[in-house]
Antibody, heavy 115, light 107 residues
Framework: EVQLVESGGDLVQPGGSLRLSCAAS????????MDWVRQAPGKGLEWVGR??????????EYAASVKGRFSISRDESKNSLYLQMNGLKTEDTAVYYC??????WGQGTLVTVSS | DIQMTQSPSSLSASVGDRVTIICRAS??????LGWYQQKPGKAPKRLIY???TLQSGVPSRFSGSGSGTEFTLTISSLQPEDFATYYC?????????FGQGTRLEIK
């Protein structure tokens, strides 16, 4: 059974940094494209970024709103995906989901950016 | 960026009704479109991919159609568990973009 479990969400001040983790089980992470999607409170879904699978060299794509501030990485030995978030803004406040193949979603982790 | 416009933004319907939600793309996306259902406090769940392919385990009352720039999600006979928010997602080019959502409420 595919499972994705996000963690690392927290309250952080504007300008701060946070790293989210997504622990994957039930499949081999390196075989799959993985995405991060976020949802601000009471709002719709926004795609954040993607890391492609090993065959495509784990290359990445990002939304313009996070490019240069966020980065996606993997640790295949831990079967885990990460989202490093720097220069956080109040508008980054959201539930962050990791997703396998735009089909299997984790339960999400809440990031709150506020002073 | 490809803009995805959903209509209506909200919809009231009764159990047993047939409902249709439309998603329009600002440029052609072939059939690279998925439909998702989200219930309050839960992660979205994919219902349809490739515009018209039903995800395994999803009831057959859900169907999708369309290609190019106009797509529809149809629920043939609403059940109580179908009241939720629905989103379309285009995945033909980056950035991936979602529609703004359609909230389906009980009349």
């Amino acid at each position: 059974e595919v499972q994705l479990v996000e963690s690392g969400g927290d309250l952080v001040q504007p300008g701060g940094s946070l790293r989210l983790s997504c622990a994957a089980s039930g499949f081999t992470l390196s075989d799959h494209d993985m995405d991060w999607v976020r949802q601000a409170p009471g709002k719709g879904l926004e795609w954040v970024g993607r890391t492609r699978n090993k065959t495509r060299s784990y290359s990445t794509e990002y939304a313009a709103s996070v490019k240069g501030r966020f980065s996606i990485s993997r640790d295949e030995s831990k079967n885990s995906l990460y989202l490093q978030m720097n220069g956080l803004k109040t508008e980054d406040t959201a539930v962050y989901y990791c997703i396998r193949g735009i089909n299997d979603w984790g339960q999400g982790t809440l990031v709150t950016v506020s002073s | 960026d490809i803009q995805m416009t959903q209509s209506p933004s909200s919809l009231s319907a009764s159990v047993g009704d047939r409902v249709t939600i439309i998603c329009r793309a600002s440029q052609g996306i072939r059939n690279a479109l998925g439909w998702y259902q989200q219930k309050p406090g839960k992660a979205p769940k994919r219902l349809i991919y490739a515009a018209s392919t039903l995800q395994s385990g999803v009831p057959s009352r859900f169907s999708g159609s369309g290609s190019g720039t106009e797509f529809t999600l149809t629920i043939s006979s609403l059940q109580p568990e179908d009241f939720a928010t629905y989103y379309c997602l285009q995945y033909t080019s980056y950035p991936l973009t979602f529609g703004q959502g359609t909230r389906l409420e009980i009349k």
